[in-house]
């Protein structure tokens, strides 16, 4: 039998290795530990919803895979549930997952892009490790485009997305990429309180960063739409645009000076 089902069939236990689609009936709640393991010429798997529970390593190098809806019932996604899984372009989650264990997707070297659903509070170790081609993370409505390279290192790509889950903004994550992050989601979400108590308290590093990137649009932007620059760091930000040659931006903020008379009252000595 190419495929071993629990006496009750409601547990898929083993699917054998020449197998190339699966469609798994509805009335199986469970697909055991290992289940699709090696399974190296699976290329499609459908899966009903009345399934509930996806064992560890349950499709571990499926290196042919190319994409999985996982049913609504699923609230966690197991250690190594997809480890490996070289071939896999897309993977729908469902709404209501909780958590997603530790090297969940690592090594998914063709993923590009990730929605995780509103409801995940929990991202275990190493979940998204060695994904090289993963450059964009869909979250609470936000398309957060990843502009850095190092995506092998558990310290960057884990702690950005930890860092949104948990809305932790003082995680240590580098910080150039932290900054062009909290960016993307406050000009996309301005009216989140807490981002912005973030941003306005530690708004010099955090602009500097537009700076270095003389991301002229950002920073023309931040002008138009917030009161983030005052009299008191106007004169800091062009002296920066200046010494780094970040001509665009420099034009931008001595233009806005002069429009908004941010010129500071000079000391009176009577």
Partial sequence: MSIEYSK??????????DEEAVIVPEGVTQIKKEA????????????????????????????SLKKIVLPSGITR??????LDCQALEEVILPKNLCKIGDMAFTACTSLQTIRIPDSVRSIHSYAFTSCDNLREL??????????????NEYTYLERVIEMLVREDYSMRVIASVKYDLLWQMFFQNPEDEHLKDYIRRYFSNI???????????????VLDDYDFITKN??????????????????????NYKAEHNLQKPKNLFL
Avoid: H
Avoid at 141 to 151: D, G, P, Q, S, Y
């Fill in 36 to 63: 699709f393991k090696d399974c190296v010429n699976l290329k499609k798997v459908i899966l009903p919803e009345s399934i509930k529970n996806i064992g560890v390593s349950a499709f571990e190098n499926c290196s």
């Fill in 8 to 17: 009750s069939g409601k547990i898929l236990i083993k699917c054998s290795y």
């Fill in 138 to 151: 869909q979250y609470r409505n936000l398309k957060i485009r990843m502009k850095f390279t190092e995506w």
């Fill in 207 to 221: 602009f500097l960063n537009l700076l270095d990137r003389d991301d002229a649009v950002s920073v023309q932007k």
């Fill in 77 to 82: 996604i197991c250690s190594q549930t997809f």
């Fill in 233 to 254: 760091n106007i004169d800091k930000f062009i002296r920066y645009s200046i010494d780094n040659q970040k001509l665009q931006c420099q034009i931008l903020l001595t």
